[in-house]
C-alpha cells in the first residue's frame, strides 16, 4: 500500500509544488503493479488541508493563460485518482476545504474524524466557485440538494454530518482514524488486483451509461476474470475451506 501524507502542517495547503508531485506520481502509482491501494492523508493532527494557497494564486490572476493552465492540472491531477484501477482512500480531519475536500472526493473511500472536521467548499466566501471539479463531484456524491445547501452557503460541515448525507464512508475516533485507513488499505491489498481493476470501472462509470451498457461492461469484465490465475486460486480456495491469496499482477 502506498501512502502519501501531506507535509506542511498545520494547514497542509495544496501548493503548486504539491500538485506538481502528484502529477507525477499518480502515473507511477497506476503502473506499479505491487501497489494495490493508496491512501492520502496529511501530517500533524490538526488538519487534512486547508486548500489552496492563495498566495500562490494572486500572481496568476493578471494572466487568464496561466489561469487556466493551472486550474487545468489541478482537474486534470484530480481526474487521473479516480480510474487508477485500484482503491484509493482519504482521510479528512480537522480543515478539509475547497481542494482540501476536492482531492478526497476523487477517491473511492472517505473517513472522517468524529470531533472537528470542517468539511466544505467554501469558494463562494471569495467570490467564486469551486474550481476543480468540486461541483460535479459533490452532487454525485450526495445529491444536489445537499449540494446546493453546502455550496451556495459555503457550508461547512463535521464528520457524523458527513456520513448522513453521504459523503463519507466511516466516522471514526479521531486517534483512530488514521490507523484505520491503514486498516481498510490492508484489507483491500489483499483482494484479486485484476478483478479490482475489471469492476472498478464498471462501478465508476455507471451514472454516465445506460443500464444496456453497463450491463456489457459488467459482462465483459466476467469474461475477463474467469480461467485467470486469480478466479483458480479464489474457486480452490473456497473447495479448501481456505482465504485466497492473491498474487500481484
Known amino acids: 500500500m502506498a ?10 495547503k495544496m501548493t503548486l509544488e504539491l500538485m506538481d508531485e502528484l502529477e507525477t506520481l499518480i502515473p507511477k502509482l497506476k503502473e506499479d503493479s505491487s501497489i494495490r491501494a493508496v491512501l492520502f492523508t496529511a501530517e ?3 488538519n487534512f488541508s486547508a486548500g489552496m494557497n492563495l498566495k500562490e494564486l494572486g500572481p496568476k490572476l493578471a494572466n487568464p493563460n496561466e489561469l487556466e493552465a493551472l486550474f487545468d492540472q489541478r482537474l486534470r491531477v484530480l481526474s487521473a485518482i479516480e ?3 485500484k482503491p484509493v482512500i482519504a482521510t479528512l480531519f480537522g480543515y478539509c476545504l475547497g481542494g482540501g475536500l476536492e ?3 476523487s477517491c473511492h473511500f472517505r473517513l472522517a474524524a468524529k ?3 470542517k468539511i466544505g467548499l467554501p469558494e463562494m466566501d471569495l467570490g467564486t466557485v469551486p ?3 468540486g461541483n460535479t463531484r459533490l452532487t454525485r456524491l450526495v445529491g444536489r440538494m445537499h449540494s446546493l445547501d453546502m455550496v451556495l452557503r459555503s457550508k461547512k460541515i463535521d464528520g457524523p454530518e458527513a456520513y448522513r448525507i453521504g459523503l463519507v464512508n466511516e466516522v471514526v475516533e479521531n486517534n483512530q482514524l488514521k490507523n484505520r485507513a491503514i486498516e481498510l488499505g490492508l484489507e483491500l491489498t489483499t483482494q484479486p488486483p485484476i478483478a479490482m481493476r ?5 462501478i465508476i462509470k455507471g451514472d ?4 444496456d451498457e453497463s450491463f456489457r461492461m459488467e459482462r465483459q469484465a466476467v469474461l475477463n476474470t474467469l480461467g485467470n490465475s486469480e478466479s483458480q486460486e479464489g474457486m480452490m480456495a473456497f473447495l479448501q475451506k481456505r482465504k485466497p491469496v492473491f498474487q500481484d499482477n
Do not use: F, K, R, Y
Open 103 to 105: 482531492l478526497p472526493m
Open 115 to 117: 470531533e472537528g472536521c
Open 208 to 211: 454516465d451509461m445506460s443500464q
Open 198 to 202: 475489471e469492476i472498478m470501472p464498471v
Open 131 to 133: 474550481a476543480w471539479g
Open 44 to 46: 500533524g493532527e490538526e
Open 3 to 12: 501512502i502519501i501524507s501531506i507535509n506542511d502542517a498545520p494547514w497542509n
Open 83 to 85: 480510474p487508477l484501477g
